[in-house]
């Protein structure tokens, strides 16, 4: 067997999840991609502001939904998708959003109705539909893991409006909104390992930092995480806005996608 199928091919085709070397290819394409996305987007003109960055959410909510039924037609027993599968699914959702924002602004100039009002719809019909594909198998993991995520976006709005000035500042609708995503995050990958046994960490580093202490560590890990990476970015970009607004998309995706695949994987029984 090469290195190349070991490493990367089998984990893909078996689902046996991430290793030292496919992580850190996938890092290194991440970062190129965001790059070449980033210039593509200032290419096409389009403002990556805070209307872009609330509007692509259902696309990347799609991504998990999508990966997540991907996961129940192979526990089914149905035949596998590639084009669904990570790292391709990153490609395929990435065709669908770019294709519905060209179309957007298409229509923009047709209906004069702004293209992200447009681009949001379409994302969310798209998330419908999706989710219609989906039962509910288990009502346990549903309460447990929003009843969990509701306390920590309680607390999460509680020091911004209790908090000091300079909490205060930093907890902005963006970040509160990325925190409480990679808290959803945490918290269904949390239920899937204490209380789903067949379940488990396919990441290399959250892997190894659970297999120390817990699946409780994941919270404390997203705590730490999460608001040092926003706090650089606000600090280090603080006057590149567009620069900043799309690094925290990509904040964005490494949370809600993989959170709402585990939601959905849970909720399905898979």
């Keep these: 067997m090469g290195f190349f199928e070991e490493y990367f091919v089998n984990p893909i085709l078996n689902g046996t999840g991430y290793?030292?070397?496919?992580?850190?290819?996938?890092?290194?394409?991440?970062?190129?991609?965001?790059?070449?996305?980033?210039?593509?987007l200032r290419r096409l003109g389009i403002e990556i502001d805070r209307k872009f960055f609330f509007s692509i959410v259902p696309f990347v909510m799609l991504g998990g939904f999508l990966r997540a039924l991907e996961d129940y037609r192979e526990f089914a027993g149905l035949a596998k998708n590639i084009f669904l599968i990570t790292p391709l699914i990153y490609i395929s959702i990435f065709v669908i959003a770019l294709a519905a924002l060209l179309f957007s602004k298409l229509m923009e100039r047709w209906t004069k109705t702004p293209y992200y009002k447009i681009w949001f719809s379409l994302g969310m019909l798209f998330v419908i539909i999706a989710v219609s594909q989906m039962t509910l198998q288990s009502a346990f993991a549903l309460y447990a893991m929003l009843s969990i995520t509701a306390a920590w976006a309680a607390a999460i709005f509680a020091a911004r409006k209790l908090g000091g000035v300079k909490i205060r500042n930093f907890l902005s609708e963006e970040n509160s909104f990325l925190i409480a995503v990679h808290m959803f995050d945490a918290t269904t990958t949390f239920v899937a390992l204490q209380f789903f046994p067949n379940y488990f960490e396919q990441h290399v580093l959250p892997?190894?930092?659970?297999?120390?202490?817990?699946?409780?560590s994941m919270f404390i890990l997203k705590l730490v995480v999460v608001p040092l990476v926003l706090y650089a970015l606000d600090k280090e970009l603080s006057k590149e806005v567009q620069k900043r607004t799309f690094l925290k998309l990509v904040v964005l995706v490494l949370g809600l996608g993989p959170g709402l695949r585990n939601f959905s994987r849970l909720v399905m029984g898979v």
């Design 207 to 216: 892997g190894f930092i659970i297999g120390l202490f817990g699946p409780a």
């Design 19 to 40: 290793n030292v070397y496919n992580t850190a290819a996938y890092a290194v394409l991440l970062v190129a991609a965001a790059f070449l996305t980033y210039k593509l």
